[in-house]
């Protein structure tokens, strides 16, 4: 949900009201006390005549209650975003069921060679936060293990996405988020985008994700982690 506030629309900040207020009508009184002293938006003169204003565009009705509600056109608005975050929000929760029981598995086994390498490179905190990064957050660029290289970006907390950019060749793998950059880097550890990277590779490309592992784990002497 966007959380700007759309003060210079009344139509759009109208429909920001409704995201938060979720009732189908309300009182003049009640919808003026959400305004001014649960939401801090506007003081209570400037609360009335934004309400005035929309009900004379027809942006809010008025049934024979006296009770308020959105107009035909503002309420689909509201219905259709309704819908799409509810999508949103069970895909993440999908996502992250799916994750964690891969994560939990990998923690539990002691015998397959994917969760034996990673596991040399991640701790289980680190996995259990990794377990929280949806995998539409990576947009894998290239995967070539004759080339010996992997590329990817994934969205962080930044506005810009971070990188991840692996060369078996070079011996070099680069990453940029904060974590890595202070802290994993210099004892050659993953941080959580690198383990749901490798996590999300063994989904699509598990025999991919070994091969860069195996060689970072049997050569880590010659590695260099760095930003």
Not at 104 to 125: A, C, Y
Not at 164 to 178: A, M, W
């Amino acid at each position: 949900m966007n959380l700007a506030i759309p003060r210079e629309d009344n139509t759009e900040l109208l429909l920001y009201l409704w995201k938060i207020i979720d009732l189908p009508y309300i009182t003049l009184n009640n919808l003026l006390y959400k305004i001014s002293y649960e939401l801090f938006l506007v003081p209570p003169n400037k609360a009335s005549i934004f309400v005035k204003n929309c009900l004379k565009s027809n942006l809010l009705t008025k049934d024979d209650n006296g009770m308020l509600n959105l107009s035909t056109s503002l309420n689909e608005k509201l219905k259709t975003w309704q819908k799409k975050r509810k999508n949103e929000i069970l895909k993440k929760i999908n996502t992250a069921k799916k994750t964690t029981q891969m994560t939990s598995i990998i923690e539990k086994d002691k015998t397959t060679s994917f969760s034996i390498l990673l596991k040399s490179f991640v701790e289980k905190g680190t996995i259990n936060r990794a377990a929280n990064i949806p995998s539409t957050d990576f947009d894998i660029k290239e995967i070539d293990t004759t080339k010996g290289v992997m590329k990817s970006t994934v969205s962080g907390s930044k506005e810009e996405p971070y990188y991840i950019e692996i060369d078996i060749n070079k011996k070099l793998l680069k990453h940029n988020c904060h974590d890595f950059e202070t802290r994993r880097s210099k004892n050659k550890q993953f941080c959580k985008h690198l383990a749901r990277f490798f996590l999300l590779l063994k989904e699509e490309k598990e025999d991919s994700a070994e091969f860069f592992l195996k060689d970072l784990a049997e050569n880590i002497d010659k590695w260099e982690f760095r930003v």
